[in-house]
């Protein structure tokens, strides 16, 4: 590695940190199949088995939504700071703010709305905890994914 060019180590750097974000979105997807996966036997045990279902007996769905969401954050700040360097890089080299600079923004962009939804998703924390599943958490939580 060390007989690489600068640059060259300078992007798989990146590649490499790329990769890694990608592996906390990933396992965010797969702790949100585990959220659909017990709210799905949730559902159709309290309406099948309703004197058998006990709400204690499953993991706490918004516990895992926050973990996912935390993940998925957290990767997206890392993203953002590539784009960051990105068009630093770009713009100590001459270039003109371009697609860059539009990265930049669009990945603030990104992050603010998966920051509001959060808190949406905290909002909920309440209600969720007091009531059953619903109809409406599960279609809240697939357009989520």
């Known amino acids: 590695m060390n007989s690489l060019p600068d640059d060259v ?18 396992a965010s997807l797969l702790i949100r199949f585990k959220v659909i996966d017990v709210q799905r036997d949730m559902l159709l045990t309290s309406a099948l088995c309703p004197e058998e279902f ?15 969401s935390i993940l998925v954050l957290y990767a997206l700040l890392e993203f953002h700071k590539i784009a960051e360097q990105t068009a630093k890089e770009a713009k100590n080299a001459g270039s003109e703010a ?3 600079e539009k990265e930049v923004f669009l990945s603030l962009l990104v992050i603010t ?19 059953q599943i619903t109809p409406e958490q599960i279609d809240n939580d697939i357009e989520a994914i």
Do not use: C, H, M, W
């Open 113 to 131: 709305v998966n920051l509001i939804r959060f808190g949406f998703l905290l909002d909920t924390a309440p209600e969720e905890k007091q009531s």
């Open 54 to 68: 006990a709400q204690a007996n499953y993991p706490d769905v918004l516990d895992l939504q926050v973990a996912a």
């Open 9 to 26: 180590r300078q992007q798989l750097n990146l590649l490499d940190s790329a990769e890694q974000n990608l592996a906390f979105i990933l």
């Open 98 to 100: 371009g697609p860059e």
